[in-house]
C-alpha cells in the first residue's frame, strides 16, 4: 500500500538528500587529513549544506553553531575571517524560508486545497 500523505517518500528522489547528506558529512570529516590548501573546498560546500538546513527545515540555532564549528574547524587561523558576506546570507535566510512556507493564493483559498 502506498503512502497517501508522503508520497514523496516512496519516490528515488529521496535517495539524493539522504545519501547526500552522509556523503558531504563523511567529507566534511575528511577534511581532517586534507592540506590547508583544500580545507575551503570543505567549508563552502558545509556553509552552504546548513544554510540550507535553515532555510528548509527552520532550524537556525542548528545552522548557527554548525557554522561556528565549521569555521573554527576549517579555516586556517593565520587567515583573517571576513564575516560580512556569511552574516548576509545567514540574515537572509528567515526571509526566503517565509517566501517557501507562504502558500499560494488565489481568490481567498490555499491553491491546491477544495472544501
Known amino acids: 500500500m502506498g ?4 508520497p514523496l517518500l516512496e519516490t528515488p528522489f529521496v535517495v539524493v538528500p539522504t545519501w547526500g547528506t552522509i ?6 570529516f575528511a577534511a581532517l587529513l586534507a592540506p590547508k590548501k583544500y580545507w575551503k573546498w570543505f567549508l563552502i ?3 552552504a549544506f546548513h544554510l ?3 532555510v528548509v527545515i527552520g532550524l537556525y540555532s542548528f545552522a548557527t553553531v554548525m557554522f561556528a564549528a565549521l569555521i573554527l574547524f576549517l579555516r586556517p587561523f593565520e587567515r583573517e575571517f571576513q564575516i560580512q558576506p ?4 545567514f540574515k537572509a535566510a ?3 524560508a517565509h ?8 481568490g481567498g483559498e490555499i491553491k ?3 472544501g
Open 3 to 6: 503512502n497517501i500523505l508522503f
Open 23 to 28: 556523503v558531504l558529512e563523511f567529507l566534511l
Open 45 to 47: 560546500p558545509g556553509l
Open 52 to 54: 540550507t538546513i535553515a
Open 86 to 89: 556569511l552574516l548576509k546570507l
Open 94 to 96: 528567515p526571509r526566503i
Open 99 to 106: 517566501r517557501l512556507r507562504k502558500p499560494a493564493m488565489k
Open 112 to 114: 491546491g486545497e477544495s
